[in-house]
């Protein structure tokens, strides 16, 4: 198994409740052998698992999207070795300086890295001021409570005394155990978030059997790229697409597919393309509102691939929603973050605040749609817009 996101902290986010986030992508309710054995979490040791999916729900603007974000450049950064940048999307998410906590598995071994992140407006620079990595070899029977506990024994290096010419500042020192671990992970975390109000076709692969296309229009007979070349910058893609009981052979240019292709084809191919290969390598795959254009059918169908014997690499998959009856098909409630946001953005995760009413006969989309745990409109907005309209409509002002 590669190295694991397993928590991340976030101090100093603006636009959070207390200034803080937190994301933990373990699970913290029991869990049963099925799940193990079905690959809804996988075991990392003793009886500490990880969630294979995390959904993050609530109305609009409730901050789910800001989460997302957040985490994909955590990924970005700590899993997939990038350079910190002024143009990440996390850099407008914090005034001058952003404090994160994130924790990591690995064979048996867990790191917990503080990461002081320092933000330039005027040079539009943002690098890192300080780090301190911590690295604790676990035991077979490690508790719960003890997995992601350091004391001072186990830091390891501390980013200010460190003698690295070559060491960037916008480079973590956490690359340098990146760097030493045969890793799948490259390149293996899709944030597909540019594609939330764009749907266009933006990633191909000729591996892809036509069985994924028929499973989003049966109609389609043959669906296949025409110039597949390193070169793609200078020709134009051209793809052929041929409807079962026509002879007539269509050939279409990539910003054209829209008018053969239906918006829940197009992008269920991008999220299957991606699915495929992040299962493959056991990365991360990232969607926000992954029920955009798809029916709830096929958005359910898509989830359950990261939790079916498919998932042998241990995958991750993070989605937000607006839908609330989707979740029901999710077994565990641990791995849902509701989302609400009045002065600050506040999250927190759906067993804590449904409490003795998070019990399997009781749909979580009803829960949520009640308003009990601040996941939909509040009902004087509702009845203030129906006075506002019914104003405007008598001609008044």
């Known amino acids: ?88 999307k996390l850099a407008n998410y914090f005034d001058s300086l952003l404090k994160t906590e994130n924790y990591f598995y690995h064979q048996g071994l867990v790191y917990k890295l503080i990461s002081h992140i320092k933000k330039d407006r005027k040079n539009q620079s943002v690098i890192f001021e300080e780090e301190y990595l911590y690295v604790k070899k676990l035991k077979s029977n490690i508790s719960k409570k003890d997995f992601l506990t350091f004391d001072d024994g186990h830091l390891k290096i501390v980013r200010s005394s460190l003698d690295n010419p070559f060491l960037k500042e916008e480079d973590s020192i956490f690359s340098s155990i990146l760097n030493s671990i045969d890793s799948h992970q490259k390149n293996s975390i899709k944030d597909m978030g540019h594609q939330t109000n764009f749907n266009y076709l933006s990633v191909y692969s000729e591996q892809m059997p036509i069985s994924f296309v028929n499973y989003l229009d049966n109609s389609i007979a043959e669906f296949c790229i025409l110039n597949q070349t390193d070169d793609v910058d200078n020709i134009p893609l051209k793809f052929k697409i041929k409807f079962k009981g026509q002879s007539k052979e269509i050939i279409s240019d990539l910003m054209d597919l829209d008018q053969y292709l239906s918006s829940g084809t197009i992008k269920g191919i991008n999220i299957l393309i991606n699915m495929m290969l992040v299962l493959r390598t056991g990365g991360y795959l990232l969607i926000d509102e992954i029920e955009n254009h798809l029916n709830k059918t096929i958005v359910v169908d898509l989830i359950n691939m990261f939790n079916s014997p498919l998932n042998n690499n241990a995958a991750t998959l993070l989605f937000t929603t607006h839908y609330s009856e989707i979740l029901d098909s999710l077994d565990r409630s641990d791995s849902i973050y509701v989302l609400s946001k009045s002065e600050s953005i506040s999250i927190n995760k759906f067993s804590l605040l449904a409490s003795e009413q998070d019990r399997i006969d009781k749909k979580k989309s009803d829960l949520l749609l009640s308003g009990e745990l601040k996941s939909a409109p509040k009902y004087t907005a509702y009845i203030q817009m129906l006075e506002d309209m019914k104003l405007f409509m008598q001609g008044g002002e």
């Open 1 to 88: 198994m590669d190295i694991k996101l397993v928590k991340s902290i976030f101090h100093n986010l603006t636009e959070f409740e207390k200034q803080n986030l937190t994301v933990d992508f373990l699970a913290d309710k029991r869990v049963y052998e099925f799940e193990h054995d079905e690959h809804i979490v996988t075991k990392l040791i003793n009886n500490i698992y990880k969630l294979n999916t995390i959904s993050l729900v609530g109305i609009n603007a409730s901050g789910k999207t800001t989460t997302l974000n957040a985490i994909s450049d955590t990924l970005k950064i700590f899993i997939q070795n990038e350079s910190l940048t002024y143009k990440m």
